[in-house]
């Protein structure tokens, strides 16, 4: 079990909106930054987003992610079937880099 | 850039130790402040942090791991790597290699990553 939480699936149609949420605490997500890894069937795992809401170079703007307290948000707006993989919200806790348990995305 | 790419044994007994290597290329390993780090992926599992290293020398541990793992840089090579001791089918995975650059660990992100080997135990 992993102490950021993330929903196991999240689905949508092409061009839809979907947000995955990673829930956390003060130890995590609420004291400090909050990463997104994108992680696509037979590629590397690779950075989406930084520092909470900072878009990795050559990211589309289709992305965006946001906090709220111990709390933080993916959302993929104009949905597309390269999209579809598992994503993953990552931040430091203790001593120690946490990895959601990850959300897997289908394109339906 | 910085590229990264891992390579090991792919098939490992139970019991024995277990030794992979990521070789860094666009930039010398011991310039700048990065952390060099190993992640894996367990088999319809999630990513997991295993430990990281620094230029300075310093070593990070998941703790949740105990004290299996050992990750060491060789600048002479410019690689970092990973042993593992005393592997069971648990430490079948992906494991990956990445790094952290220009910020400590604790406000860092993973960036760039090796495309991952492909660890399995089994007799």
């Known amino acids: 079990q992993s102490v950021l939480t993330q929903p196991p699936s999240a689905s949508g149609t092409p061009g839809q909106r979907v947000t995955i949420s990673c829930s956390g605490s003060?130890?995590?997500?609420?004291?400090?930054?909050l990463n997104w890894y994108q992680h696509l069937p037979g590629t590397a795992p690779k950075v989406l987003i930084y520092?909470?809401?900072k878009r990795a170079s050559g990211v589309p703007d289709r992305f965006s992610g946001s906090k709220s307290g111990t709390s933080a948000s993916l959302t993929i707006s104009g949905l597309q079937s390269g999209d579809e993989g598992d994503y993953y919200c990552?931040?430091?806790?203790?001593?120690?880099?946490?990895f959601g348990g990850g959300t897997k995305l289908t394109v339906l | 850039h910085l590229q990264l790419q891992e390579s090991g044994p792919g098939l490992v007994k139970p019991s024995e130790t277990l030794s992979l290597t990521c070789t860094v290329s666009?930039?010398?390993?011991?310039?700048?402040?990065?952390?060099w780090s190993w992640i894996r992926r367990p088999p319809g599992k999630g990513l997991e942090w295993i430990g990281s290293?620094?230029?300075?020398?310093?070593?990070y541990y998941n703790p949740s791991l105990k004290s299996r793992f050992t990750v060491s840089v060789d600048k002479s090579k410019n690689q970092f790597s990973l042993r593992l001791n005393s592997v069971t089918a648990a430490d079948t995975a992906v494991y990956y290699c990445?790094?952290?650059?220009?910020?400590?660990?604790?406000?860092?992100?993973?960036?760039?990553w090796g495309q991952g080997t492909l660890v399995k135990v089994s007799s």
């Open positions: 666009g930039a010398p390993i011991s310039s700048g402040s990065y952390y």
């Open positions: 990445a790094t952290v650059g220009g910020v400590t660990l604790r406000y860092g992100w993973f960036d760039p």
């Open positions: 003060t130890s995590n997500i609420g004291g400090y930054t």
């Open positions: 290293i620094h230029n300075s020398g310093s070593t």
């Open positions: 520092d909470t809401s």
């Open positions: 990552a931040s430091w806790d203790d001593s120690l880099v946490v």
